[in-house]
């Protein structure tokens, strides 16, 4: 692990060597809070491409759906859950295939790997080919969760960050941080610094669902929630500063 004083390449070595960032899909859907906003994924890009270029340390993503189809309202409204959450899967890979072209743009070499096999747009989810691309400097994403039903992409991040033996899971929020309630309608609302994997689970403080969580825990894989939206906030946390909540 990283001390984030070593230089390696060239580089300032991270706080962590290999780590898995999680977007929601409702990142990527700015002030409308539905499809893609092109300059929110551009915004998002950037803070990979700063993390790629200033550290050195190896990247993943998993995008969530949500700004496209939410699974779960689809079985609210009398959908079969299986199929609705079917639909949210392809949801994910619109967006990954969104954030690749941007940052393929920015000259960031990018692979989507997707859970469900869709071979003319991504490749399938294979492992040791997910880990010899982040060796070789690429950014991984990876698309369509875990490619099971009733499963979401907060598991899906907490699953494939225990599979590529990560140091950590970033979870980048609309906020800076794990909050007591929500600081948008509470003005009050405390933020948190620190909290264990058993306190987020009694609390119900809702960062990621249980089995997320719990998959962590039992695997040892900190969590550190940030605010996405921050210019160069990925950078700081990576680095060990800025403002944020780790959970471990």
């Not at 002030?31 to 790629?52: K, S, W």
């Not at 980048?172 to 941080?177: E, M």
């Not at 039992?218 to 700081?236: K, M, R």
Request: charge should be negative; proline fraction near 3%; aromatic fraction near 8%.
């Amino acid at each position: 692990m990283g001390t984030g004083s070593d230089a390696v390449g060239g580089k300032p070595a991270a706080r962590w060597n290999r780590v898995v960032l999680k977007v929601s899909g409702e990142a990527f859907a700015g002030p409308d809070g539905f499809g893609i906003d092109g300059e929110i994924v551009g915004q998002i890009a950037d803070e990979i491409v700063a993390v790629r270029a200033g550290f050195d340390v190896e990247l993943a993503v998993v995008v969530g759906g949500g700004n496209i189809w939410r699974g779960m309202s689809g079985a609210g409204a009398g959908m079969d859950r299986a199929q609705a959450d079917y639909m949210g899967m392809l949801a994910t890979t619109i967006n990954a295939l969104a954030l690749q072209d941007t940052l393929e743009q920015l000259g960031q070499p990018t692979r989507v790997q997707s859970a469900i096999d869709m071979a003319q747009i991504a490749e399938p989810y294979i492992r040791r080919r997910a880990i010899r691309h982040l060796q070789k400097g690429r950014v991984v994403i990876f698309a369509g969760g875990t490619g099971n039903p009733f499963f979401t992409t907060d598991t899906a991040a907490a699953l494939r960050a225990v599979e590529m033996n990560c140091d950590a899971l970033f979870k980048g929020t609309q906020v800076d941080g794990v909050y007591d309630s929500d600081p948008k309608e509470n003005k009050k609302a405390k933020r948190f610094d620190k909290l264990t994997y058993q306190e987020v689970l009694t609390q119900d403080l809702r960062v990621m669902d249980a089995s997320a969580i719990a998959l962590a825990r039992e695997n040892e894989v900190p969590i550190l929630v940030f605010s996405i939206h921050n210019p160069g906030g990925f950078a700081e946390v990576v680095f060990g500063e800025g403002t944020y909540t780790i959970i471990n």
